[in-house]
């Protein structure tokens, strides 16, 4: 699409769950529900179709489809591979990879590598960053963390929420190889000034969670968010509902713990069965944690082990583990966008949304489609 050109989007747009339009338009990269002045209607309904007519009129472009607005992955690690930070390129395909399946906003949480230079580029996603994780020595992966004592634990949250995009990640548990299985990685009045300290900067704390035994005393601490979540219980989640404590259960990565414990049980037993059960309640867990009321957002994992460009895959794990096809959209879209303080489909907003040639409400694998992805106003695959 060229300077100047108008992007004319036809057919259903999913402004919300309940409030659905019959087109937009993109003018300056900014979304509109009003037809602009000085524009001829688009004569094509595909990609690529459409032009200006009246002399002195801007080009347009016209599509047909279902648009969301841009995707969220709020758990993913842009920047990282197993083994630690990667260089700019890796970054950078990273990047394209969730873009092109519809990915446009990211949280990314926990990052070794510096990505801040992918700000300055507007064909990539737009990325809130939580800093590097920060765990307890020995107890999380090699070339991950600033590996730190409970002592420390404020200020290394301080310093991070300042360098961050309003969060702070801690690696909550982890297994501990003289005990043989998952336990808390920090005790609770470290934790209480150290979620103290994030909130006078202004950020929120989220924590890579696997066990129950680390909850408590999160919430005693104030946590905002838990990833993974796995642990959750009959007596926890009320609490977690009561303080309207967010989790991202990310369970295309938790579908890969039978290969975990496989790995580690000739070392480690009581952790793999741990594991095991833990995968084998996971649907459970999250279908629970729903009928409870509490916040569920899409999130990947990505970056670590497993692939970038998960999303629709999430999301159709989310239905599969009890919320209706509405409801994981929202935790990938609508929903997600308003928890991280993020515009979607507004009057005058950035124009970063994606077209589907299917209604994803009625069946979330269309997700995995995208026709067009639009991000800052621009046509990007």
């Not at 737009?126 to 404020?154: F, K, M, S, V």
């Not at 300290?197 to 696997?210: M, N, P, Q, S």
């Not at 404590?245 to 790995?263: K, S």
Request: charged share 25%; aromatic share 6%; proline share 5%.
């Amino acid at each position: 699409m060229s300077d100047g050109a108008v992007l004319h989007v036809r057919g259903r747009v999913l402004v919300g769950p309940e409030d659905v339009r019959d087109e937009l338009w993109v003018v300056d990269g900014l979304v509109t529900f009003s037809r602009p002045t000085a524009v001829g209607l688009g004569a094509g309904a595909e990609p690529g179709s459409g032009s200006g007519s009246a002399s002195g009129s801007r080009d347009v472009r016209t599509v047909e489809g279902w648009v969301l607005p841009g995707l969220v992955d709020a758990h993913c690690h842009v920047g990282l591979d197993a083994h630690g930070a990667v260089d700019a390129a890796t970054s950078e395909k990273q990047a394209i990879t969730d873009r092109d399946t519809g990915t446009l906003l990211i949280r990314d949480a926990g990052s070794a590598a510096d990505t801040r230079w992918i700000d300055e580029r507007e064909d990539l996603p737009r990325i809130i960053r939580a800093g590097r994780h920060i765990a307890r020595t020995r107890r999380y992966i090699r070339n991950y963390a600033h590996e730190i004592e409970p002592g420390d634990l404020a200020a290394y949250v301080r310093a991070e929420a300042r360098r961050g995009d309003g969060w702070v990640k801690l690696v909550g548990d982890w297994i501990d190889r003289e005990h043989g299985d998952l336990t808390a990685c920090w005790p609770g009045d470290a934790l209480a000034e150290a979620i103290a300290a994030a909130h006078e900067e202004g950020a929120r704390v989220t924590a890579h969670c696997f066990a129950a035994e680390s909850l408590p005393d999160l919430l005693a601490a104030g946590i905002d968010c838990v990833e993974h979540a796995t642990g959750l219980t009959e007596e926890l989640i009320p609490v977690f509902a009561e303080r309207g404590v967010a989790i991202v259960p990310t369970l295309v990565n938790i579908a890969t713990f039978p290969q975990l414990a496989a790995g580690g049980e000739a070392k480690f037993p009581a952790w793999a069965a741990h594991m095991r059960r833990l995968h084998e309640r996971r649907y459970d867990t999250v279908g629970a944690a729903h009928d409870a009321g509490i916040p569920i957002y899409v999130g990947t994992d990505a970056g670590g082990s497993l692939a970038h460009g998960l999303v629709a895959e999430e999301v159709a794990e989310l239905v599969k583990a009890g919320l209706d096809p509405a409801e994981a959209l929202s935790a990938a879209s609508w929903g997600a966008r308003a928890w991280l303080g993020r515009p979607g489909l507004e009057e005058g907003a950035p124009a970063d949304f994606v077209v589907y040639a299917e209604d994803p409400r009625a069946d979330v694998r269309v997700l995995a489609d995208p026709r067009l992805v639009v991000l800052r106003g621009r046509p990007v695959a």
